[in-house]
């Protein structure tokens, strides 16, 4: 008996990779680089002229800061201070006092040298106390539960009130735990990662976005989630710092949201708000 031919097996096509999807933040740097050469230097620069050179110095140490943080949310830095001066006050700790050197990119008068409250009071203090004590902060109904929700986070998956494990996680690692607490975003991770640990994010608050679509360092359509991701691709990650600060102060001081005073501003020559085609 003739043995059967074997089936020829049909060739199948290599399998295609599948493609990457473009990186949003990487087209749109690339774009401003090919289009707007040099205009992320040029705004650096010109700000730091103006306002001064920014050099990174921890300002608080991680809890406190992101607590302040929370208490920053919709209100001014002034009232926020307010609030974290009433939780030292109403649950002090024997902890060693820390100074708080502000800088350039908070508006408030920073806090005084004290002690950072004891935390452990602060997260089991009756909620309507704790509403009460942060009262002169403004939103307090939410930002006491919100509060405490984040230190009793931090307590059961650390052990303790401590976040200094954050400087040895990856930068986006660490802005990825931050935010996975309930009412903590990209922005207010960010802040905490920056002044604390130098890390190379950027906070986009209501004036670093203000001021970066005006000039067109960032598209007009952007969300203020995706601006964040965008200044990585965009900013070198050790200017960061310092282009948040600098952004940040320009929105308080010259830009600002109703009658900007383009007369004065030292980076006029290249904003999209004062010349649609400025280059
Ligand atoms: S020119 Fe005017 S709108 Fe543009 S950055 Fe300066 S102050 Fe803001």
Same mark, same amino acid.
């Given at each position: 008996?003739?043995?059967?031919?074997?089936?020829?097996?049909?060739?199948?096509?290599?399998?295609k990779?599948?493609?990457?999807?473009?990186d949003? +933040?990487?087209?749109?740097? #690339?774009h *401003?680089?090919?289009? !707007?050469?040099?205009?992320?230097?040029y705004? /650096?620069?010109? %700000? @730091?002229?103006?306002y001064?050179?920014?050099?990174?110095?921890?300002?608080?140490?991680?809890?406190?800061?992101?607590i302040?943080?929370i208490?920053?949310?919709?209100?001014?830095?002034?009232?926020?201070?307010?609030?974290?001066?009433?939780?030292?006050?109403?649950y002090p700790?024997?902890?060693?006092?820390?100074?708080?050197?502000?800088?350039?990119?908070?508006?408030?008068?920073?806090?005084?040298t004290?002690?950072?409250?004891?935390?452990?009071?602060?997260?089991?203090?009756?909620?309507?106390?704790?509403v009460?004590?942060?009262?002169?902060?403004?939103?307090a109904?939410?930002? +006491?539960?919100?509060?405490? #929700?984040? *230190?009793q986070r931090? !307590?059961?998956?650390?052990?303790?009130?401590? /976040?200094?494990? %954050? @400087?040895d996680?990856?930068?986006?690692?660490?802005?990825?735990?931050?935010?996975?607490?309930?009412?903590?975003g990209?922005?207010?991770?960010s802040?905490?990662?920056?002044f604390c640990?130098?890390?190379?994010?950027?906070a986009?608050?209501?004036?670093?976005?203000r001021?970066?679509?005006?000039?067109g360092?960032?598209?007009?359509?952007?969300t203020?989630?995706?601006?964040h991701?965008?200044?990585?691709a965009?900013?070198?990650p050790e200017?960061?710092?310092?282009a948040?600060?600098l952004?940040?102060?320009?929105?308080?001081?010259?830009?600002?949201?109703?009658?900007?005073?383009?007369?004065?501003?030292?980076v006029?020559?290249?904003?999209?708000?004062v010349?649609?085609?400025?280059?």
């Amino acid at each position: 008996m003739i043995p059967a031919k074997p089936k020829a097996t049909a060739k199948r096509p290599p399998a295609k990779r599948p493609r990457r999807a473009a990186d949003p +933040a990487r087209q749109w740097a #690339a774009h *401003l680089r090919r289009y !707007r050469p040099g205009l992320v230097p040029y705004v /650096l620069d010109g %700000l @730091a002229a103006r306002y001064g050179e920014q050099h990174w110095e921890r300002r608080l140490d991680p809890v406190s800061e992101l607590i302040l943080t929370i208490l920053t949310q919709n209100t001014a830095d002034t009232n926020a201070e307010k609030a974290f001066e009433a939780l030292r006050a109403a649950y002090p700790s024997d902890r060693a006092p820390e100074a708080h050197t502000p800088g350039l990119g908070w508006g408030g008068a920073g806090l005084t040298t004290a002690a950072p409250p004891d935390w452990t009071l602060v997260e089991h203090a009756p909620l309507p106390e704790l509403v009460d004590v942060i009262r002169p902060g403004g939103l307090a109904p939410q930002k +006491a539960p919100r509060v405490q #929700a984040t *230190l009793q986070r931090i !307590r059961e998956e650390r052990g303790a009130y401590d /976040l200094e494990f %954050l @400087a040895d996680l990856p930068v986006l690692e660490a802005r990825a735990w931050l935010t996975a607490i309930d009412g903590i975003g990209k922005k207010t991770a960010s802040i905490v990662l920056a002044f604390c640990f130098g890390m190379p994010v950027m906070a986009v608050d209501r004036h670093v976005e203000r001021v970066s679509k005006r000039i067109g360092l960032i598209p007009d359509k952007a969300t203020a989630d995706q601006a964040h991701d965008l200044y990585l691709a965009l900013v070198p990650p050790e200017r960061m710092y310092e282009a948040h600060v600098l952004l940040i102060h320009h929105g308080r001081a010259i830009c600002h949201a109703q009658s900007p005073a383009h007369d004065i501003c030292p980076v006029r020559d290249r904003c999209r708000m004062v010349d649609r085609k400025a280059p």
